[in-house]
């Protein structure tokens, strides 16, 4: 079985100041890593993902996360968030032989302060 | 069309009410999913289709009941709920060939039990 674990459940931020949203998961076999990013009172969008090769990934607005199969860590970072950044987190594992059953983390709230 | 859309976007009921929810996807998915987050809470997986059959069901009470009447639709039918399934109801759908996809969410219905 898998599990993960969100360190932080909140993360209070100033705006252009640097971020790290720490994700660690468990799993006995090879997993695929997912951040979501949920704005309020909307659906969940996907921010990016590892799948295999590099292990640094990046997103379109400015996120990377790397993947650290040692420490078992998919850690999301920022070098400058702005206000628009404030929103919920999810990171997430797939076992990487497939299946349906995507499990999430409890969430990080990142609450960025002008 | 790249998206996977949900009505209605707010839903209030009564204990003895019947009433359906609509997720609608045109990106050719054909795994489709429902979702339930209370707030500050992760998805909790409720029930996965497969190629428009039945795959998952997370021993969700009876009282929710999905349907996949084809290929891009996915209906929840609720009824006889209780207060405490007052929540956002997610869908997601997730393309099911060429190697491990991502799901893809939509916007969520925002469900009230009085």
């Known amino acids: 079985a898998q599990s993960v674990t969100q360190l932080d459940s909140q993360v209070p931020v100033f705006e252009e100041a640097p971020v790290e949203l720490r994700c660690n998961y468990s799993s006995s076999v090879s997993v695929y890593l997912f951040w979501y990013v949920q704005y309020p009172n909307q659906g969940l969008q996907l921010l990016l993902k590892y799948l295999s090769g590099s292990t640094l990934v990046e997103s379109i607005n400015g996120f990377e996360a790397e993947f650290n199969k040692s420490q078992t860590s998919f850690h999301l970072r920022k070098p400058s968030v702005h206000i628009s950044d404030t929103a919920e987190y999810f990171c997430?594992?797939?076992?990487?032989?497939?299946?349906?059953?995507?499990?999430f983390g409890a969430g990080t709230r990142l609450f960025v302060k002008a | 069309d790249t998206e996977v859309t949900q009505t209605p976007k707010h839903l209030v009921m009564g204990m003895t009410n019947k009433k359906s929810l609509k997720c609608e996807q045109h990106m050719g998915h054909r795994a489709m999913y429902w979702y339930k987050q209370k707030a500050k809470k992760p998805p909790e997986l409720m029930f996965v289709y497969s190629y428009e059959k039945l795959s998952i069901n997370e021993s969700v009470p009876s009282r929710f009941s999905p349907e996949c009447p084809n290929s891009s639709l996915l209906n929840l039918h609720l009824h006889a709920l209780q207060p405490e399934d007052s929540a956002l109801y997610l869908c997601a759908s997730q393309f099911l060939a060429g190697g491990f996809n991502e799901q893809f969410f939509g916007p969520g219905t925002r469900l009230t039990v009085l």
């Open positions: 997430a594992v797939n076992r990487n032989t497939g299946g349906f059953k995507t499990i």
